[in-house]
């Protein structure tokens, strides 16, 4: 079973590696030692860019996965997968 569209894989691998690109870039700043606050700000928009790839993920999998599940009579599969991520997202 495919589990992401390739639409959505596209856009999550282009995410990805743009966090990748600020990741080294937060690297950078801690290296040359740049100011706490715009270190902050910058780890702050990679918590929210992951976030983000975590949304696309999440509905994702609810619109596929999930409804799959729910067609073929797993209900309690879908219901404990959807606690589960309730919870992750949560943290």
Do not use: F, P, W
């Amino acid at each position: 079973m495919k589990y992401l569209n390739d639409g959505n894989k596209k856009l999550i691998i282009r995410r990805l590696k743009l966090i990748e690109g600020q990741v080294r870039g937060l690297q950078k700043m801690i290296e040359e030692g740049i100011y706490c606050i715009d270190v902050i700000t910058q780890t702050s928009a990679v918590k929210q860019a992951l976030s983000n790839v975590e949304d696309i993920l999440l509905e994702n999998h609810l619109e596929s996965c999930i409804v799959n599940q729910v067609r073929t009579g797993q209900i309690s599969k879908a219901k404990q997968e959807i606690l589960k991520v309730y919870k992750l997202k949560r943290r």
